[in-house]
């Protein structure tokens, strides 16, 4: 197939090559790993995180001969860096003797990876193209479990040269980075039309085990390529299978069958290729794999904050259903490889050609890699779910945890199908009668409740976000029908005891939130959060014509903004004010935690006091956000989050003590989670004050960029993705309470704050602000996305471009000024120049 030139927004020296591992597949499928030197690792399609797992063989091999030359055959890989050199009995690296490339270079601009192998010795120049088909707003094409790797060959000698690119994996099938069981496992060759491959099955597996399940390696065929395969490795010993497999290589190019008894047989599939002097060829690889029988996270309380437990209870994969047989997806894929790679390309260029700084679009796209991550899943039943993120073996803390994942709204924004699903469980399943939201989804879903527990900003975060989706979407059945829980949810907080219970738009009560404590009393964490779901629910109500429900949101809101400003904010920045709770005072049911908070409720530890907090302002951010408006006094807003950059941010932590996780070491830069003047910290507060991480500093870097202090917010950004360059740790995997975490999607906010368009359903409406680049910029719905690129002042006021789904619209404001649309919508592919002289609405 002819492919497009793919955009690249990071390039990763031979220095910066080892800790890479973008992962590849679907939405809810797993992953496998592509490696910063062309490896393959981190195979986590069985149904559990797999980190360090891979087959025991998985690799590919090129073999080049030039015309009257002896043949050469090398690795598909860079060198291996020196930490793979010393173990026990040698380099512990699989395929570590296997010769390599010389030089090695990794670009990328997620989901694109391409690693550029050369050598002066070898003939041949190899980019190994690794990517899956990801297109903004589109959960059907961006949810298939395939990893495409395609090898572009290119002659740079001056005589013809044979080659040959082999794949070679063990048949995986029952292994899983955690089972490692084996049940008759057989590779067996098929082909079809362009298609030539081999499927791994294990059919005698025990029923419904996690990696139970089919894998198949397919090569695309174009006409001018020559396939040979092996379905077994011979079995020999003293490695003599890898030496009888690199002779037959290196023989003549082509594989020749083997048989074998071994209990994991190695297939391996070739395509020789014919290049003239300067030519370059493609070899395309496709992976593909169907694992059904995901297993539901163990749901109750069984204490401490590392809920990663696993069930008997069999969930399923949704993904499994609609893709059940690994061969069928392959030659379903082939015919529509090229459109799905340009709509993947078109997506991604979306992004990196608009004009926010580099380091913005760098993590806002590579953290989109969670979606596809392991964290994500969407079962048989047709729902999707989150972990907070995975550790290396199984999920870290269970349950689509509402104070985490409300800090992304990437979700809303790009792909609207999983977001409402998030509010179906969130609003219909886990809020009881009373309004208590269980923060963590219990699985199977009749135990979505088993938690019984409410976070004060989780709750308060999912009406910010059903707000949001209702303006994107405007799907006036699903708001009538979410609206009931989300209006409960909210009234929660004014039950007896509870967080709110006097009515005056303060959180005065025990409020349980994502720092896994409870703090007790007024707080600019907890009291945005509440004003931004005032003002939500306020405008929701007026939807569905509650206007007596929605006055009173208005009343409290207007008090509470008041009161924080009075009384909370100190000069610098908004406080903490600790209230405890008397002897014989009422707490609400459902409010603590039976081990992680203050175990004396009359003079509580683990509190934030007065310090000054990363996301203090974490509701202003998200009111931003979504378009809700300031909630709090702009002039205290934009104090407050200077006096975080400039008493959190800090250059160097050589010298920093931190009795906790370290998420930044050494001279590394980053914001710290929480500062107290001399004297004013508490003896114990709140466990992660000493903590680096990702996703709040997103937040606050965010909430600078809202309030026009673009440089301050810059730095935080570039420090953060400075962090994760590479050498020290994976670009495609922000850690925090486990990898790939949920939170550090909020790196898009960044990114949407920047490009500044927001988008009305309910009015069909499109909205340009004032940017700080006038270049182009990105918008999107959550089922549409594209750009506006301004025009010259002769030419057009811009051109506004859908390149993926649907835009109805009934009018473009830009610089306040709104200009009609005369069509109903833009489809997907077209554009509206719009004329200088364009009549106001």
């Known amino acids: 197939m002819t492919a497009p030139d793919w955009p690249v927004l990071r390039s990763y020296d031979a220095d910066h090559l080892d800790r890479i591992s973008l992962p590849l597949g679907g939405i809810g499928t797993g992953t496998v790993g592509l490696g910063g030197r062309g490896d393959l690792r981190d195979f986590e399609i069985g149904n559990r995180p797999a980190k360090g797992f891979q087959p025991g063989t998985a690799f590919f091999a090129v073999r080049a001969q030039a015309d009257g030359q002896a043949p050469q055959a090398l690795a598909v890989e860079g060198p291996l860096p020196t930490s793979a050199y010393e173990g026990a009995f040698g380099s512990p690296t699989p395929h570590h003797g296997l010769p390599r490339f010389r030089r090695c270079r990794f670009d990328a601009a997620y989901p694109l990876g391409q690693v550029r192998l050369s050598d002066d010795d070898f003939p041949l120049e190899v980019v190994l193209q690794g990517f899956n088909p990801f297109v903004l707003t589109d959960v059907a094409t961006s949810s298939l479990p395939v990893a495409v790797l395609r090898h572009r060959l290119t002659n740079r000698s001056s005589l013809p040269v044979r080659a040959t690119v082999a794949a070679s994996m063990s048949n995986v099938v029952g292994a899983n980075g955690t089972e490692a069981a084996t049940g008759r496992n057989t590779n067996e060759l098929r082909t079809a039309d362009g298609l030539a491959g081999i499927v791994m099955t294990a059919p005698d597996l025990p029923a419904r085990s996690e990696a139970a399940g089919s894998v198949a390696i397919a090569l695309v065929l174009d006409g001018a390529t020559t396939p040979s395969h092996r379905t077994a490795w011979a079995d020999l010993s003293w490695g003599g299978g890898l030496l009888d497999f690199w002779d037959d290589l290196l023989q003549d190019g082509r594989l020749d069958e083997r048989t074998g008894a071994a209990d994991r047989p190695v297939a391996s599939l070739a395509s020789e290729v014919l290049l003239a002097p300067g030519e370059t060829r493609d070899v395309t690889f496709l992976l593909t794999w169907c694992f059904p029988h995901r297993r539901a996270w163990r749901s109750e309380d069984h204490g401490g904050i590392d809920q990663g437990e696993y069930s008997d209870e069999v969930v399923g994969n949704a993904y499994a259903l609609a893709h059940p047989d690994p061969w069928r997806t392959a030659v379903d894929l082939v015919p529509r490889l090229a459109d799905l790679e340009a709509a993947t390309v078109a997506s991604v260029r979306a992004v990196v050609e608009t004009d926010a700084p580099t380091e913005v679009r760098e993590a806002a796209l590579f953290n989109l890699s969670t979606l596809r991550s392991p964290t994500v899943f969407q079962t048989a039943e047709g729902e999707y779910y989150g972990w907070e993120g995975v550790g ?72 910010v976000h059903l707000y949001l989706d209702w303006m994107l979407g405007g799907d006036r059945a699903l708001l009538e029908e979410l609206w009931p829980g989300a209006r409960r949810a909210l009234e929660f907080c004014w039950v007896e005891g509870g967080w709110d219970a006097d009515r005056d738009g303060v959180m005065e009560g025990v409020q349980h939130n994502t720092m896994d404590v409870e703090y007790y009393g007024p707080n ?103 378009g809700l408006g300031p909630l709090l006094d702009p ?52 466990p992660y004050f000493t903590e680096v991480m990702t996703g709040f500093e997103y937040t606050a870097a965010t909430g600078l960029l809202q309030v026009g202090a673009v ?69 999107s719905t959550g089922a549409a996305f594209g750009t506006w690129e301004p025009g010259g002042a002769d030419t057009s006021l ?44």
């Open 635 to 686: 002039g205290h807003v934009a104090t407050a989050l200077a006096a975080v950059h400039r008493r959190n941010f800090r250059h160097g932590f050589t010298h920093h003590a931190n009795h906790m996780r370290s998420f930044v070491l050494g001279e590394e830069s980053g914001v710290l989670m929480c500062t107290y003047d001399p004297g004013r910290r508490p003896t114990r507060p709140f």
């Open 524 to 626: 600019p964490q907890m009291g945005s959060w509440y004003l931004a779901a005032l003002c939500a629910a306020e405008e929701l109500a007026r939807v569905v014509g509650e206007e007596d429900f929605a006055d009173e949101c208005r009343r409290l809101f207007t008090s509470g903004s008041r009161w924080l400003d009075e009384h909370l904010f100190n000069g610098d920045y908004y406080r903490h004010e600790v209230r405890p709770v008397p002897a014989g005072g009422t707490i609400a049911e459902g409010l603590r935690h039976r081990s992680m908070g203050s175990s004396d409720t009359e003079d509580p530890d683990l509190q934030l006091a007065d310090g000054c907090l990363v996301d203090q302002l974490v509701g202003q951010y998200a009111a931003d956000v979504v």
């Open 711 to 779: 440089e301050e917010g810059l730095e935080i950004v570039r420090a953060v993705r400075d962090r994760y360059d590479g050498a020290r740790r994976n670009p495609f995997d922000e850690a925090e309470c486990g990898r790939h975490y949920a939170r550090a999607m909020a790196s898009w906010s960044a990114f949407a704050a920047w490009n500044d368009i927001r988008y009305s359903a309910p009015t069909a409406t499109l909205t340009v602000g004032d940017r700080p680049g006038r270049g182009r910029s990105f918008w």
């Open 392 to 463: 290396d073996r199984q999920g870290s803390c269970y349950g689509t945890c509402t104070h985490v994942w409300g800090y992304e709204f990437a979700t809303s924004l790009l792909f609207a199908d999983v977001a409402r699903s998030f509010r179906r469980t969130q609003f219909l399943r886990c809020t009881d009668e009373r309004g208590l939201m269980s923060f963590r989804t219990g699985l199977p879903a009749e135990k979505s409740q088993s938690w019984r527990l409410a976070a004060a900003d989780g709750q308060m975060a999912c009406v």
């Open 798 to 841: 811009g051109t506004l471009t859908v390149v993926h789904g649907e835009l109805p619209l009934d009018r473009l404001v830009v610089d306040g000024i709104a200009y009609p649309y005369e069509g109903v919508s833009l489809g997907g592919g077209s554009a509206w120049t719009v004329p200088p002289a364009a009549a106001r609405a």
